[in-house]
Structure formats: C-alpha cells, structure tokens
C-alpha cells in the first residue's frame, strides 16, 4: 500500500515536471520522461547523468590515466547501468563504440559539439562533431549542445542550437544544453558569478532547451548592471541553495530541468554538501563526469550512490 | 544472489534475441530493447502487445459497446500500463489522442496502414494513415504494416512495407509486420493452413519486419505443392506446439520475433492453452486485442495477468 | 613458373570479360571484377552463384523442409562460403539477418524484386522488396532484379528495372537480371524455347544488365517469325552446346555475361552435362538454388564441387 | 590441418577486430574486412596501406625525381598489388587515372582532402578535393580525411569530417582519418609529443573514425596539464613500443584501427625497429608512402616484404 | 592506300590518348574527342584553342582596341571556325552572343570563373560566371575553371573546381583547367619557374582536370625543397622542350592532356620556337589568346597556321 502511494505520488510528480513543456511533442514528452522514469532516481524528479567527453576536451591521458580502464568506451556505459544513472552522455565515437551492446539500458545522450585544448583561444568555440539523425541512429533519448556565452562565437552557437534544436524537437528529441559563460567578455571570477550564471541558464532556456546544465554559481556578481539590482531588490544569493533557486528561478520559474555539474575534483564531503544545495535549492539533479569515472569503479558506484541517496531524500 | 542470477539470466537471453538482428542500427536494437524490457514479461524475452484497432477495422459499436469505456482512447493506455503489456499499438487518432498524457508509460507502435469493414472486397487491400515521422513525433519504439499475402494487391503492399521499413530503420525504430493471409488466392480454411500461415511469417522476414505477427494455424495444408513436401519430409504439425514451432523455425530459425494473435473471443481456458502452445513452441508472445479490452477492466486485467504468468512460466 | 603463366592468363582473361563493360565506371567494374575473383573459380572467368530466394517464391516448407537447416539465414552464407561461390543471392531479410556476421566472407546481391506464389496469375509480377541504398547498406557487390518477358506486366518491369539499374550503377554496383520468359504471351513449351531464351537475353542486355541469368534452353522454336528466320539460316540448335552459344551469341556476341540456372532437382548426372554444354557453349557459368541447399550440406558441396571442377577444366 | 587452424585463428582475429565496430551496417564491415583480409597481411589484423599523396602535398619533381616511374599513376596500383599492400590511397586524379584498368585488384581509398606546400600558413587547412559519390564511382573501400588537431582550422575541420563521414556510413564506406596535430597551439616538438598523438588518435576516434592514422611518438610531453597527470600516474612512455601501446588505448582501448606513417626517409634498419614496435605495442599496422614508392620497384618490394613478415611475426 | 594508313595511324593516336582516361564515361571521352578530332590538327594528338577572356580579365579596350573587330563576339567564332581551331573558349556573354549562329560550327568551352583587373590583389580569386547548365545549354564539349595555387584563397578554389569537375562530369562534359601559381606564397620569378610550374600541373591532374593548361615554364627553381631534389636527381630542365616534358610528366606522365598558353605578344619567330619546344616536349598543344585575335584577321590566320604546320610535323 505504502509502496502504491510513493509510486502514485512519483508518477505525479513527473507528470508536473512534464507539464512545463505541454506545448512539446509526444515524443519529446516521452524522451523526457524516459530520463525522469530511468535508474535509481526514476520517478523522483531528480536526475543524475554520467558525461563523458573529457576525452575529447582534454585529451585521453588527462582523463583516463588515473582511471585506465576508462580508456575503454565500455567502461562508461557499465558504470552509467550499474550505478542506476538517469542517462549517459558522450560524443559521437564514444556512444558509436557501445551503442549497439548496451543497446536499451540506459538513456543516452549525444553530444553533438566540441572542443579539443590543443589550441588555446580567447573566445573559445565547438565543432559539430554529431548530428540529430545520428542521435536517432543510435537510438538517443536527446542531443546535447554546448553554448560559450561571453564568447565572440556565442551568436553564431545560438544560431547553430536552434537549427539543431529545431531538428531534434521535429523527430521527438530531448534538448540538453551545457550553457558554460566563457570569453573575451568574462573575467574568470565572472565566468561563475550568480548573476553571469542564472543569466546563461535563462538564455538556454529560452534558446529552446528541455534540460539545462550549468555550473554551480558564486556569490560574485558580476555585471555592474546586474549587480545594482541584486542588491537593490535584495536577491537571495548568501547560500548555496538561494543561488541554485535563483538559477532554477531564472530558467523560467521551476518550469525547466536545471542540473549542476558536478566540476572538478574535489573532496567527497563538498560535493555532497554542494548536492544538498541543489536538491534544498529546488535544482533537478547533478552531471557528473571527472568525479565518477576518475576514480575505481568500486569508489565510483558507492559515490554516485551517496548523490542519488541525497537526492532521493534517504540521507539528508 | 539468486535474484541477481535470474537478472543475468534474463539479460542474457534479451542479448540473445538481438544478436538476431546484428545487422541493424543501435536504435533499431534500443526500441526492439525497450519493449522486450518493459512490463511484467521485460526480460523474459517473451511479450504481450495490446492492439486497438478494431475500431477502424469494425466499427466502434462492434468494438467497444460491450464494454463501452474502451470508446476512450486513454482507456487503453491505461490497460497496456496497468497490465504490465510489452507495447501498445494503435492507429493515428487513438495514438494522437493520449501519447502527450501517458508520455514515456509504455512503448507505442503506430500501426500505419487500416482498413474499414464498409465495404467488403475479395481481394483486400489497407489505406496508409500514418507515417514514419507521425511515430517519431508520437514518441513511438516502432511502426505497425499490414501485409495480405493472397490478395490482388499483395506485391504493391510488399512495396510500400519495403518503403517504410526503410524510412523505419533509418530513424531507428522498428518494424512490426501483421501478416494475414487473404484474398482471391485463399480459400478461408487456406488463410489460418499451417504452409500459408508458415508462408507469410517468412514473407514478412523476407521484407525486412523485426516483430512478426501472425494467426495461430491449423492443421490444414492449403497448397498442393507444399502439401506434397509437408507430407513426403514428415513435418511435425500434428499439435498446436508443433505448429508454433514450425512457424518460428519458417521466421528465420527463430532469429526473428514471431508473435501470435489472441483471435476472437473464446473461452479463457482456450487461450491459455493457446499461449501455453506457443510458449512451449518457442513463440515470442501474444497480440491480444479484443479478448482485453471487450471485457471490463478487471477481468482483462486479471486475463492478462494469467497470460503473462503462463509466459513468464510461474504457471505451467 | 607454371603457377605464375596460369595467374597471368586468368587475370587477362577477366580483364577480357571487363573490356566488354568498358563504358561503365570504375566501381561497376570492381564489383564484378569482385565477383569474378571471387571463390573456387575466382580468375577463371567462370561463376557459379548461389541464389536463394525461394523460400519467397516458393514458401519455407516447400523449400527448407527437405533440409531443415536452411530455415537459418547464416546456413546459406556458410554453404556459400565453404563451396566457393562466386556470389550469394537472396532477397532482403535473408540478407539482413546475416550480412554483418559474414561481412566480407562472399560477394552478396540483393535480390530487389520478389514473388510469392500464394496467388496464381496467368501474367505474373513481383513486388519490389529493396533497394539500392538496402544494397549499399548491406555490403553487396551488386542488385538483382526479375523480368517476366510475356507477361502483360513486362513494360512497366522494364521501367522499373531502368530505374533501378541506373541507380545502382550511378553508385559504382552491378545489375544482375534474372530473364524469365513467362506470362500470356507464351504456351509452357514457349517459355524456354531457343529463340525465346535468346531473345530474353538480349532484352536483358538491352535493358543495361551487366549479367544476365536465364534457363536452359530447349530446341523448341515458339514464335513463327522467328522459326521462319531460324530454319532459313540454319542457326545450330540442335545440341545444348550448340543452344548456350546462341544464347551468349545473343546477348551482345560474349560481351555481356550470361549464366544459367540449375533447373528442378534432377539425378546430377544430367546437371553436370548441363555445365558441361554450358561451358563448352560459351557460356559464363551456373546459378545453382535448390539443387544445392535442398540436400545435406556434404552433399551439396561435392555436387558444387563438382560443377566447379567442370567448369574450370578439371573435370573433361 | 595445421593450415586449417591457422586460418580459423585469422577469421577469429578479424571477428574480433570488427566486434569493436558493432554499431556500423554490415556494409561498413565489409569494406573493412576488405582491407584487412586482402594481400600479404590478410586475416593476420595487421595493414599495410600505400599512400600516394605526395604529389599534391609536396609536388611531383620532389615526390618522384628520385624514382621516376612514380610520375605514371599506374605504377603505384602495380606497387600495391605486387607488394600485397592491404589498401591504396591516393588523391582524386591518381585514382581516376587507374582505377577502371586495376578494378578489383587491390582496396581503393579515395584521400578526400589536400594541401599544396606552395603557400606556407602557420593555420594550415585542407581542400576537399573528391567526394563520397566519387568513391563510390571508383569502387573504393574508404574515403581519407585529414584533421589538423592544434590549428585555428580544426573546428571547421572537425564539423567537414561529421558531414563526410556521415555520407560514407550511409553508403557502406569505410572512414579513415589523418589525424596530424599542427598548427599555432604547437610548436614543431609537440606535434609528435606521445600526449598530443594520444589526443589526435582519440580526437579522431570520437570524431566518428574507424581507422586512424598518427605520426609514431616522441617521450616529450608537450602540454603542462597532461605532463602533470602522465607523470604523476606514471603512463609507460620509455619506450617506442610503450609509446604505440599508449596511442592504440588513448583510441578506445584497441576497439580503433590504428595505423602508423613510416615517417620520412630513414635507414631501413630503423624503419624496421619501428615496426616491431609498432607489431609489439598492438598497432594494427603501417601506412609507407615515400619509403616504399621512391625506390626503386625491386628495392620497394623487398623493403615493403620486410615489413610485412615483421608484421606477420615471420621476423622477429 | 598512304592517306588510310596515316588516318589509322590517327586513329590509333587518339585511342592512345582516350585510353589515359578509362575511367571516364563515354560522354566525355565523346567530348574530348571532339576536340581531339576537330579542325585543322584534328586527329593529330595536337591541339590549338582559341580563349577570348581578356575583356573580362583586362578590359575591353585593353583587349581589342588594337584590332577592333574583335569587340563582336562573332569575330572570334569565325576566326576560330577559320583557323581550323580545336575549340574556342570563352566567358558566358561570349559565348551566349554567339553560340546559336555559329551552333556545330567549333567545339565550345564555356570558362566557367572569371576575374577582372579593377582590383589589384596580392592574394588573386574568381567570381564563377557560369555553370555547369549554362555549358550544356550552349552546346559546349566542357567546362574552364581557373585556380591559383599560391594564393590564400586557393584551397577553396580547388574546393569549388571539385564541385563544378564532379558536376561536368556527371553530365558528360571534359573539365579544362586553367593552373596559374600566382599569390602570396610566390615570387613573380616563383610563378613560372619550373618547379612551380610542374606542380601546378600536377595539383590541376589530382583535383580531376581532363586539359591543363599551363604557362610555359622558366629554367627556375622557386622552391628550396624542389631546387635540393631537381639538382640532386639532375632533372634534365635546361632547355624548353625539357621543361615542358618534364611538365607533362608530372601531369601523370603523358596521360592528361597539357597544353601551353601563348604567353603575351612577342616576336612570332619566339612563339614558333616555342611552340617547338611543346611539341618536341611531348606537349599537347597550346591556348593563344592574345597572339591571335589581338592583329588583324588575315595576319592571325597565317599566324595560326604556322602554328599548326609545326604541330602537325608539316614544319620542323
């Protein structure tokens, strides 16, 4: 009975978060709701997805010799399966190599730009390195896309995102933005101020996405604007968890999933306390690479477990 | 333990049964995954569809007066979720009509091609009324063709079905191929014979289907030439198993999912001696349509359950 | 040295045979010269191919019964294999489910166009049940495709066949007609009548074939215009021999490649006569279906065997 | 016996080469079994690919005074196919000017994208000079494209490979990529440092690449952040053969063909040493341009023969 | 008898010719025939065009002030026609004034870029004036295209010339290249210089050229890496006629079509002697422009006459 009465309220509370994006397709509904519905966080309204392009960003060694069994592209999704993550996603050679044996066990996402640091660039870009009809051909659940605001490029990414999003909501896609300020218009303390970052969250937002993902935000303000308003109106943003609600708030009231990133390495206690925060903060979940897959695969499930057991409300 | 090693079991088996399909894109292996793991028989590599399309093919009054709620199309999303169905398959409307609400509840197949009762023809023939992109757009795991080997106008349907799986596989979704034996060519007794039912399973493989639904056949041998074969090499089609049997060993020696339809109402006794036939004859499931939803909830509900528990083998 | 003389003959001989298709490109080329240098007779410029489409045309028992292991795709690549055939033909669920297993293993054609015999029409068609794409997907060498000349639906064959020819060879693969003279306009005897076999052979060539499949034919003269020219002229047609080179004279004098179906199941002396009246007249070798795969696998090899021996010259 | 068994390992280790490409059609598979069950290395897993694109890079007097039989296009087909090489790669022209004549004789790649040395940029880019529709006219296994990891191009260049290697799954054909690091993020040493061809060999694998073509290593670690992680977790670089195994796991863990360039002219001896190393760490092969086509044909043949019984394990 | 042997002799020539281009469709070799055939040297091997572009890339007062006929498009037709020139070539108004009056008269290229002189840039382009449905409207054998290797823009150019090739192509149409080093990455001196010279035949022959037409080369050596290999291997270039073999061989040694622009006005003794030199060279011709239609029409017909006389042996 009880076991009915958490189900009936999980599955409402899935159909709330769906109802933010009535206007969309079936297909997008469904996709959506496969993330939602997947692995250990299924039904809860929180999610927690593996990311895996460090490879690609910033390169092989850096990423996987610490944990080399990383190196192979089976190894990602295990992991995602085996810790109940709500989806995997990676770019195009990654999700090619596996697709077909892991076919149906975890929700994948394809990421369809970006970037190498071979080249060190002030206002910093991505290549489309994957396309909608190869999400559909390796039986994606939706497209990610990385957009720089702050960057001389922006413009032409928000272009390339709408075509893509627009291909990817024809054919029933999820759209999965990475909004990550960054460039000639930032400094590096601004890149993560709360004001830069509920502001790159709103642009995603209304660049059409279904799922935000951005950084966890400062108590800096950045913008001089900005800034005289904040503080005018006496925006919130002296904790963790006000700044999240700030972010979830700019991405259209709670009516779009926001996921933090999980970012660098750092102590386990941090994250955790980081993951209160967004859950406290009313945020929809975490994305979390480096952490996860830079550690043995042992570590990896009992730390992956720990988030989802914050999310899920049995540890507080 | 023992869970974790029927769990491996049950993966292994799903594994299996793709390996049939090597050839195909990781969407296509995803959508065939996804209904193979969904519901009360998911990881069983059986499956129990849930058809309503008899509205179009008899009109409502014979379809759902008998247990008039079914005129709703949500009932039946309901009754595919709550009974634990593998999919549920419909035409446009009915799909049109409740995907957005029941996003990511169960998988859907788009049966693409109907026909009305209005006008009774010898050699019949289904209109097109849905398309790829609908499914795609409607969140579906697959399309559903009907084929009508014996018809006048069979090769034209076998091109159409060729056109559509094409489109079909090149998104990524699969392909469930109804194939009825009828028309001009047949005599009645002919359209359930076990060479003709054998016959349009292999045709349906031939076209390239994934799932393959057909008739339970009789005993019957409608066609001299194959009759002499039959007879001379001492196929075994003497019980029902046997014919099962011999109707999968004709899909491809198994490599592809046959499926057999519940036929029309009988006695519930009946039917499960049907399913338990096509169980021990390596048959994939059961398409059952009227024989659910032309009786109240309840009882359909408690009808499946004993199906499913008979596939599932926790009933003998 | 005599090794490397019979090397140097055999590569100027299928270089000889390509001369014939000097204006096609360099891909239409490699896909025969693939065909050509394929298998036992590979270099010869002899081809024996292994077509199995009959469990489309026919129906699974009357085609597998007799040798229940060809009900699975892969025993036809494997029986293909080990015998050294040129090349496997078969429609496209054959080829389907096995194409990736067997990549690389023996030249494929898919089968594009298909007939069931659930219905008896006295001007037979076929549907079409692939494409060139499906072909390209799936690894082949080239497309086959059926005519019915005498058939009141042999025009819009012939359309459908340019079509198709012209895309396979805009995409570098070769066009494999199958000229079965059949329908209204001819009597049963008719059907492989010298003149008529000749002239179906040359419609095929006309029509763009790069190879070119017909019966046997037998010394029966059926149209009377011809018998009047035939008899005047004295073309020889009294032996097989004689038979074969006038059909090859026919299709284009030795410049198109013409091969021979193995006919009904028949004592094998009578085949092997056959091949030798084949490859005696000129002609370019055999397309052995039911004679091959509906008896046991030990068997069928030492039948191929066989004919491979006769055609290379081992065997007077 | 003994030479049965032998063969069934190679089928086995070929299987197993492509098991790491599931995902792809079977006509992908196809042209990949192609190469590498063709010439001396067929079915050991090992290639030997002849490239002749010097002409366009470098100019013809310096590609081909020194052995001037190289001006004719002809002589590098006959090159190939005399020396047993596993494919040939060559630019538009070469291939147009051969390819009708040596049809079938030995796998063709066509090399998509060029550079003249007439113009030195410190940002260098290709142009793409042939298309996938032109591989498929000339019969090829594979198109060649080349990425410059480390130029202020490679984004562009990244998203033209996408498109190109999108087109060439789609028609079967097999992707390989040039991935030489170059550019204004590199000074001369980095751009054979064994980190930076780590990052270009897994750039191109995600990228979407099935066989992949880097510059043998050097021990230098040209980026901060890699050398940190290389030599706090100690990744074996001392030795060329630690190098090779380094590169060949940083491309999903040996689930990539990867291939090595014999570099400039060097002692042959030193050639060698690299071949074993290369046979030693699991690289899949070499691809030897100069150092095959501008000596002398005897001399070639016996240098490229070497090569080829190291890679065999004939030479220790 | 002397008059049959000489035409096979011809015959021969021009199979010899063709026979580099086997990989062609018979629309093209039907179109570079026509050239081949046509006029004065038809038949010989030997070619003179006729190219009027310099109103375009000089000016029109530039161009024909000095013999004012030549401002009429027909001037140029006639003179073609008369001088029993191989083909005339032109841009799209030309050619558009002219083409219906004079249709069959001389094979047409339509010269499908263009430049002006309005601008003076270090870093020369084209704007492309016509296109490939231009040609066929106005009955041409084929297409000019122009590309400046050395110039920043020049990777583009061949980009596009691979378009407007595979366009032609596909339809039949021979593809004439003008190469012209010219732009940054070149020295005035660099832009005629032998090695330069080689090269930029070489680059037109791999991007897909049918003609290339070149300037005559000087006994200079631009580049450092060629000047070491040509001085090292004693490449014979102190005479023209060397130059321009060596030229031809690097234009896949004799098998495309070279041909040698008349340079500006000059002494004609100095044009005859190097028209000489082409031809003892192995060259296949020359394009003369301005030597041509810049005197008045009886002077030019004697003018081309000799010419031909030289090319056809007549003269020594």
């Given amino acids: 009975m009880r076991g009915h009465r958490r189900e009936m309220a999980m599955k409402k509370r899935i159909k709330e978060i769906l109802s933010g994006y009535a206007g969309e397709s079936p297909g997008v509904l469904t996709n959506l709701a496969r993330m939602l519905n997947h692995g250990t966080l299924g039904g809860t309204g929180k999610m927690v997805i593996l990311p895996v392009d460090q490879g690609f960003e910033h390169g092989p060694g850096r990423s996987f010799a610490v944990n080399p069994p990383g190196y192979n592209p089976h190894y990602h999704f295990d992991l995602a399966v085996e810790a109940g993550c709500s989806a995997y996603a990676a770019p195009l050679g990654f999700l090619e190599a596996g697709a077909a044996e892991h076919a149906g066990e975890v929700p994948l996402i394809l990421k369809l730009n970006n970037r190498d640091s071979l080249l060190d660039e002030k206002d ?58 960054r460039g000639s218009g930032l400094s590096k303390e601004g890149e993560t101020a709360i004001d830069v970052t509920a502001y790159a969250a709103h642009i995603a937002a209304q660049a059409g996405a279904h799922v935000i993902k951005v950084k966890l935000p400062s108590a800096h303000l950045a913008q001089d604007a900005a800034k005289k308003v904040y503080e005018k109106t006496q925006v919130p943003i002296g904790s963790l968890t006000d700044r999240v609600r700030h972010v979830v708030q700019s991405a259209f009231d709670g009516r779009r999933i926001v996921i933090f990133s999980g970012g660098a390495k750092e102590e386990d206690k941090v994250v955790f306390d980081e993951v209160r925060a967004i859950r406290d903060g009313g945020g929809f979940g975490s994305i979390i690479g480096r952490n996860s897959f830079q550690r043995p695969r042992a570590d990896a499930l009992e730390f992956l477990g720990t988030v989802m057991k914050i999310y899920a409300g049995k540890l507080t």
Same sequence: chains 1, 2, 3, 4, 5.
Avoid: N
């Avoid at 910093?124 to 990385?146: E, I």
């Fill in 124 to 181: 910093p870009d991505q290549a489309v390195t994957g396309s909608v009809k190869d999400a559909l051909r390796l039986g994606c659940v939706g497209v990610g896309y990385t957009i720089y605001p702050g960057s001389a490029h922006r413009l032409e990414m928000y272009g390339t995102l709408r075509d893509i999003a627009a291909e990817a909501k024809g054919v029933g896609l999820a759209v999965i933005v990475w909004s990550y300020p």
